[in-house]
T-cell receptor, first 117, second 114 residues
């Protein structure tokens, strides 16, 4: 399998549930990203990891907890979410996370559609 | 502040007609520029990118875009639209220093009439 794979593709959860989104990339990239896509809003960057270290947290509420155990895997742990957190969550990867490492592009997964009831 | 503006939220064209999607950006230096396409329920697929050099760049699926520094624009064009081009199109600028990240526009939804 190649590219960026996200699971599950669809998730419905109650506000008191705890769930996780998973992202896996088979591209040999070192940087991984979480973006949130809500209707009628630009894609919002949430987190950036470079070589498993978090390099960016875009003021994301603590009910979203990322985890990057290695350069190929990225998780987004969800707990006590609100209905306004319903969105498409996109994972992306890149060869390096530093802008100076070259003009690489981000490769995106298909996304996980989250609905919070 | 860095920003990307896509002034057209929706565009409808007839199949076979030409297409131009507008994108304007605000960035302090020469940016890296991208166009992505998103079909329903899917992630973002890269159409084309501009890093430097020739300001007219060719992409996949017959798309091209022209970087105009004086207008801070990076408009996407296609001479003849196919029904399968119906999707949402996103323009993005990436940072060229610090942590590499994209800033996206709000997207333009393209509808193609048979």
């Amino acid at each position: 399998e190649t590219g960026v794979t996200q699971t599950p593709r669809h998730l419905v959860m109650g506000m008191t549930n705890k769930k996780s989104l998973k992202c896996e990339q088979h591209l040999g990239h070192n940087a991984m990203y979480w973006y949130k896509q809500s209707a009628k809003k630009p894609l919002e960057l949430m987190f950036v990891y470079n070589f498993k270290e978090q390099t960016e947290n875009n003021s994301v509420p603590s009910r979203f907890s990322p985890e990057c155990p290695n350069s190929s895997h990225l998780f987004l742990h969800l707990h006590t979410l609100q209905p306004e957190d319903s969105a498409l969550y996109l994972c992306a990867s890149r060869k390096g996370a530093s802008a100076s490492s070259g003009a690489n592009v981000l490769t995106f997964g298909a996304g996980s559609r989250l609905t919070v009831l | 502040a860095q920003s990307v503006t896509q002034p057209d939220i929706h565009i409808t064209v007839s199949e076979g007609a030409s297409l131009e999607l507008r994108c304007n950006y605000s960035y302090g230096a020469t940016p890296y520029l991208f166009w992505y396409v998103q079909s329903p329920g899917q992630g973002l697929q890269l159409l084309l990118k501009y890093f430097s050099g020739d300001t007219l760049v060719q992409g996949i699926k017959g798309f091209e875009a022209e970087f105009k520094r004086s207008q801070s624009s990076f408009n996407l064009r296609k001479p003849s639209v196919h029904w399968s081009d119906a999707a949402e199109y996103f323009c993005a600028v990436s940072t060229t220093s610090g942590t590499y990240k994209y800033i996206f526009g709000t997207g333009t939804r393209l509808k193609v009439l048979a």
